[in-house]
């Protein structure tokens, strides 16, 4: 309903547009989130597997690797902030990034080691667990705000 003050050319504020928009964002972030994801995984079974890498350090380059990719998702799609200066978004992006790496990394190692969970199961729990509570609040309220 308008306000008797506002013009009535004023667009009406419609909240399922805005839940739409929300769900969308939250939709989009998760394709990037899971493209970034894939590369991640990708690394670490090629570093282990081809390379025969310890499985801890082959999850820090994957972390890194996906990190880059979903920084740049986020950036320029999921969140359009390409008005706001990339060395900005890029520091707190790392801060972000680096807490998400080291929760998954403890979480891999922490499953992986004391349930006997073979590596790669462990990496989809925890990385599941850290997507959705801890990297989409942090990329969307503090790095791309």
């Not at 080691?113 to 925890?126: H, P």
């Amino acid at each position: 309903m308008k306000n008797k003050n506002e013009p009535l050319d004023a667009p009406l504020e419609n909240t399922d547009l805005k839940k739409k928009s929300s769900t969308k964002e939250f939709l989009s972030a998760q394709v990037a989130a899971f493209i970034g994801t894939a590369v991640d995984f990708g690394v670490v079974i090629f570093l282990t597997e081809i390379f025969g890498m310890w499985y801890v350090v082959s999850n820090i380059i994957g972390a890194t690797c996906g990190a880059v990719t979903n920084f740049f998702l986020g950036r320029n799609w999921v969140f359009s902030s390409t008005q706001n200066k990339i060395s900005h978004q890029a520091f707190r992006y790392f801060l972000v990034a680096t807490g998400s790496m080291i929760l998954n990394t403890l979480g891999v190692y922490l499953l992986t080691e004391f349930t006997a969970l073979n590596y790669i199961y462990s990496k989809i729990i925890v990385a599941i667990l850290i997507a959705f509570t801890f990297n989409f609040l942090l990329q969307k309220y503090f790095v791309f705000k």
